[in-house]
Nanobody, 120 residues
Framework: EVQLVESGGGLVQAGGSLRLSCAVS????????IGWFRQAPGKNREGVSC?????YYADSVKGRFTISSDNAKKTVYLQMNSLKPEDTAVYYC????????????????WGPGIQVTVSS
């Protein structure tokens, strides 16, 4: 059974940093695309960053966020620097065997989500 559990969220001031972690189980990293989505209040979910053949970043986070993975620890990370109030959202870790991009419909496996709040 594929399971994804996020951690590392919280409240941070604008300009600060957070690192989200996603502990994964039930699959082999090499066989899956992995990534991070987010959903802000009143907005649709958007792909933040995904590793699916190539590495994708949303324009709004390029140069500030970095996705990485540690196969030995079975963990995916999202390092978020220079955070802005508009980064406030629930962040979701995602995985799928058949994803080639960073679109919501491509990912069947989702973590429960974790809140990130950036104060101004």
């Amino acid at each position: 059974e594929v399971q994804l559990v996020e951690s590392g969220g919280g409240l941070v001031q604008a300009g600060g940093s957070l690192r989200l972690s996603c502990a994964v189980s039930g699959f082999t990293f090499d066989d899956y695309a992995i990534g991070w989505f987010r959903q802000a209040p009143g907005k649709n979910r958007e792909g933040v960053s995904c590793i699916s053949g190539s590495t994708y970043y949303a324009d709004s986070v390029k140069g500030r966020f970095t996705i990485s993975s540690d196969n030995a620890k079975k963990t995916v990370y999202l390092q978020m620097n220079s955070l802005k109030p508009e980064d406030t959202a629930v962040y979701y870790c995602v995985a799928d065997t058949a994803a080639w991009g960073c679109n919501e419909y491509e990912y069947d496996f989702w973590g429960p989500g974790i809140q990130v709040t950036v104060s101004s």
